[in-house]
């Protein structure tokens, strides 16, 4: 339990209750909770708190697979554009994918996690798991883990490189580049893909998960074996298998911003993102139109997932939010968590955009359970009345 813990910031009139439950939970937390939780409704912000001993509104932190919600913001708007086609083979943009057996699978596919390209056979190093076009590279000659299209399982550290790949073939410019000129710098987004030098100070490590003998006990339970589907797709495998706790940590990675879970933000970075995806901000109209959004919220891949091992839903690159983690929110809800317990998305039907970051990783992975109260806490005051 936390031992006097301030929370700081602001909230609009009408979302008071949010306040509260931000408290209530961190006086539920041990005494080096540090975490911040952002809200906009229809653009405009609502919710902007934080809380721990150095924290502010503007520190930053490792938001693992939240990131793949920026960069499947980045196919969105080209499949906007007509530069991408979700229909085409992958093999129209990158002839090399064609490799093993993966010649007709198509981009809507490989979007909704169906390619059966988790990993590689032996594995990534750190300095390729640091570089989208190496991952690319080593997966264009990799056989697929199930018949493509058959069957769906997380791409946990491979999908932004996979899709950033067919980006870079089809525009000439990486993701990252992409993403920098059309989504963070207009907006001036505390969300980067690639954290320059000079933000280095803003930082805060990520600390690993402290668990309870019980909770312990619940993590090896169901162990995965080494050659598992998880453990090839989270590379537990190689001769240098990731910590996953301690990947933001790695500089290489801050730098290099990989797509699938390099990305650095703040939480008024995540909802910020989320709120120009669908709302105008600052007197720009919504970065997505209507149908854009609704093809890209609308669920592609559901149930049984392959490397969870669980249920789960995915549209094209986002997570399903309302399916997945917040029943309570609208039909066509999108958004990423990650795994040390950050959480965002959108909820078009309320106008809502939300961003929640921590620092110490979550009992047991994926978006923390606090979460769920204080998305509901903040959907409640979005939609009072």
Not at 23 to 29: H, N, R, T
Not at 161 to 174: C, D, F, N, P
Request: net charge negative; charged share 20%.
């Amino acid at each position: 339990m936390t031992q006097g813990i301030t929370v700081q910031g602001t909230v609009a009139e009408g979302f008071e209750a949010v306040r509260e439950e931000f408290a209530a939970v961190v006086a539920e937390e041990r005494d080096d909770y540090e975490g911040q939780l952002c809200a906009y409704v229809h653009g405009r912000r609502v919710v902007d708190l934080w809380a721990g001993a150095e924290v502010t509104g503007d520190s930053l932190y490792g938001v693992y697979s939240a990131t793949k919600g920026a960069a499947h913001l980045v196919a969105a708007l080209l499949v906007q554009d007509g530069t991408l086609e979700l229909d085409r083979k992958v093999t129209y943009y990158w002839p090399e994918f064609a490799a093993e057996g993966k010649g007709a699978l198509t981009l809507r596919d490989l979007l909704a996690h169906r390619a059966g390209l988790i990993g590689a056979d032996t594995g990534f190093t750190l300095a390729e798991l640091a570089d989208d076009r190496m991952i690319a590279e080593r997966l264009a000659d990799q056989r697929p883990f199930w018949r493509p299209g058959a069957a769906f399982g997380y791409h946990a550290l491979v999908i932004g490189a996979l899709t950033g790949e067919v980006v870079r073939r089809a525009t000439g410019r990486t993701l990252q580049e992409v993403y920098e000129e059309r989504v963070r710098a207009p907006y001036g987004l505390d969300f980067h893909l690639g954290l320059p030098a000079a933000h280095e100070p803003r930082f805060r490590t990520v600390r690993p998960m402290l668990p309870t003998p019980a909770q312990q006990a619940e993590l090896d339970a169901v162990p995965a074996g080494p050659h598992s589907l998880a453990a090839i797709a989270y590379n537990r495998h190689g001769e240098e298998p990731t910590d996953l706790a301690g990947l933001p940590n790695e500089r290489l990675i801050r730098e290099k911003g990989p797509a699938s879970a390099g990305g650095v933000a703040s939480a008024r970075g995540l909802a910020g993102m989320y709120a120009a995806m669908i709302s105008e901000r600052d007197g720009r109209p919504p970065l997505l139109k209507g149908d854009t959004l609704a093809e890209f919220a609308q669920i592609h891949s559901v149930g049984y997932d392959l490397v969870a091992r669980a249920h789960k839903s995915y549209g094209l690159g986002f997570q399903a939010t309302a399916d997945t983690w917040h029943p309570f929110l609208g039909a066509g809800a999108l958004g990423h968590s990650g795994a040390n317990g950050v959480q965002s998305f959108a909820d078009p039907r309320a106008g809502l955009a939300y961003g929640y970051t921590r620092r110490r990783f979550a009992f047991p992975g994926g978006a923390a359970p606090e979460n769920g109260r204080l998305a509901a806490a903040v959907h409640r005051a979005a939609t009072a009345g």
